[in-house]
């Protein structure tokens, strides 16, 4: 199974922060990787398909880069609507593996 | 619009069964898979396995193979999780969601499987 290493757990940043979270795949996936929002109590929305593809109406702040094993998503101007969580995902081969999580917290 | 949406929270006793669906709207149920996540309280995202809409054909993740069942009622465009011997271990949110590798990919909105006497 290819593992999902998410870094960091927790970070704590302000209103219009750059914040940047990584996923590490412990083999390569190509570009096989999305990035998923979750508030508390809702569904996870993805953000970001194929590594750096935009979804549909996510606003241009977020960004996604990287191929093969390293992956980065990037938020450019932190807003309060931004604090939740993000999961990495990768769909490269079964079975499909989530990052453990990074929780934006305001501080 | 792509929309799917899930059944409604459960309360289910230690040893009961429960079957979850998940009702497609806005496209050919056929053409996409299925697929079926958990989240337990105050945990992660965690891929329980997928289900071909085509050919029926079910993929179970390792630790949901054995009292996990995923079907179809194609003719409603509605997929559905059976969990059979309920454990406390089993409460959580179970999602579905529209096959992930594609660039339109929803999720249905969760719904809430409570095991406890």
């Known amino acids: 199974d290819i593992q999902m290493t998410q870094s960091p757990s927790s970070l704590s940043a302000s209103v219009g922060d750059r914040v940047t979270i990584t996923c590490r795949a412990s083999?390569?996936?190509?570009?096989?990787l999305g990035w998923y929002q979750q508030r508390p109590g809702k569904a996870p929305k993805r953000l970001i398909f194929a590594a750096s593809s935009l979804q549909s109406g996510v606003p241009s702040r977020f960004s996604g880069s990287g191929s093969g094993t390293e992956f980065t998503l990037t938020i450019s101007s932190l807003q309060p609507e931004d604090f939740a969580t993000y999961y990495c995902l990768q769909y490269n081969s079964y079975p499909r593996t989530f990052g453990q999580g990074t929780k934006v917290e305001i501080k | 619009q792509v929309q799917l949406v899930q059944s409604g929270s459960e309360l289910k006793e230690p040893g009961a069964s429960v079957k979850v669906s998940c009702k497609a709207s806005g496209y050919t149920f056929t053409n996409y898979g299925i697929n079926w996540v958990r989240q337990a309280p105050g945990q992660g995202l965690e891929w329980m396995g997928w289900i071909d809409t085509n050919t029926g054909n079910p993929t179970y993740a390792q630790g949901f193979t054995g009292r996990f069942v995923f079907s179809l009622a194609t003719s409603v465009s509605t997929a559905y999780l059976q969990i059979s011997s309920l454990k406390a271990e089993d409460t959580g949110v179970y999602y579905c969601?529209?096959?992930?590798?594609?660039?339109?990919?929803?999720w249905g909105q969760g719904t809430l499987v409570t095991v406890s006497s």
């Open positions: 969601a529209r096959s992930l590798t594609v660039t339109t990919s929803p």
């Open positions: 083999q390569g996936i190509r570009n096989d």
